[in-house]
T-cell receptor, first 112, second 113 residues
Framework: EPEVTQTPSHQVTQMGQEVILRCVPI?????FYWYRQILGQKVEFLVS????????KSEIFDDQFSVERPDGSNFTLKIRSTKLEDSAMYFC??????????FGNGTRLTVT | QQQVKQSPQSLIVQKGGISIINCAYE??????FPWYQQFPGKGPALLIA?????SEKKEGRFTISFNKSAKQFSLHIMDSQPGDSATYFC????????????FGKGTHLIIQP
């Protein structure tokens, strides 16, 4: 069964550094998402992306965050200047039109 | 108004018993209500979902009950098994063009053998 693939599985970075989290959505999916989950807490929506542009974003997704689909397969989340409170699991997800969301296994981001 | 409130936070059920997890919402524009199962180190996986035009949906041992007037929905796991031990999240999506899911805080379910 096709999967959403995320790399790396764990990223450690220093406060103030830029970090890029990478995702390969399922190949025939058109809608792409990033969610985050702070340890032990609920999953929170960050952003959705369709047709090469952001379709919706939450309050969490401020100017420090950006997303990009640089080619036909990758979908990236960039955090420009990381803060301690950005430490979380970041999940990429994708779906086809009118179909359920498929999540990847996440990237654990640790900001020190 | 965008919140989805989930209870209980944790639940212990004996093998073979029924596990029940409840969620409540305020936003009447929500039109899609999925339940996700998450194992440690994994992403959430869709378990079952319902739309507000039906009051119940069953898939195998998993049933969603939906009460539109009370703005509540629940997950029932029949004949609970140790392999069902996981964290369960309810979620909701706003039908008014919004795309992101709003998740509940999760229920940590343990099925004792």
């Amino acid at each position: 069964e096709p999967e959403v693939t995320q790399t790396p599985s764990h990223q450690v970075t220093q406060m103030g550094q830029e970090v890029i989290l990478r995702c390969v959505p399922i190949s025939n999916h058109l809608y792409f998402y990033w969610y985050r989950q702070i340890l032990g807490q609920k999953v929170e929506f960050l952003v959705s992306f369709y047709n090469n542009e952001i379709s919706e974003k939450s309050e969490i997704f401020d100017d420090q965050f950006s997303v990009e689909r640089p080619d036909g397969s990758n979908f990236t989340l960039k955090i420009r200047s990381t803060k301690l409170e950005d430490s979380a699991m970041y999940f990429c997800a994708s779906r086809r039109q009118n179909s359920p969301l498929h999540f990847g296994n996440g990237t654990r981001l640790t900001v020190t | 108004q965008q919140q989805v409130k989930q209870s209980p936070q944790s639940l212990i059920v004996q093998k073979g018993g029924i596990s029940i997890i409840n969620c409540a919402y305020e936003n009447t524009a929500f039109d899609y209500f999925p339940w996700y199962q998450q194992f440690p180190g994994k992403g959430p996986a869709l378990l079952i979902a319902i739309r507000p035009d039906v009051s119940e949906k069953k898939e195998g041992r998993f049933t969603i009950s939906f009460n539109k007037s009370a703005k509540q929905f629940s997950l029932h796991i029949m004949d609970s098994q140790p392999g069902d031990s996981a964290t369960y999240f309810c979620a909701a999506r706003n039908g008014g063009g919004a795309d992101g899911l709003t998740f509940g805080k999760g229920t940590h379910l343990i099925i004792q053998p």
